[in-house]
């Protein structure tokens, strides 16, 4: 017999980002508000795109309130 091991492998960053972006009801642009930035910018960071500075993750962080 058989048997089928799944991993769930953890999301990355742009996924994660957009998950907690909707389970907190932001649309993109009133993310970016909350964390200062041009909302084309944080389309890019949920496309994957580009990377945030430090600063940036520590504000994404503590806007979602979770741990960096």
Do not use: C, W
């Not at 960053?13 to 944080?42: N, W, Y």
Request: aromatic share 8%; charged share 20%.
């Amino acid at each position: 017999m058989a048997v089928s091991i799944q991993f769930i492998l953890p999301m990355s960053f742009p996924e994660r980002l957009a998950a907690l972006r909707k389970e907190f009801g932001f649309t993109q642009q009133q993310m970016a508000d909350k964390i200062g930035m041009h909302v084309s910018q944080l389309k890019r960071y949920e496309a994957g795109s580009s990377q945030p500075t430090i600063e940036v993750f520590r504000r994404i962080a503590l806007a979602l309130n979770v741990s960096a």
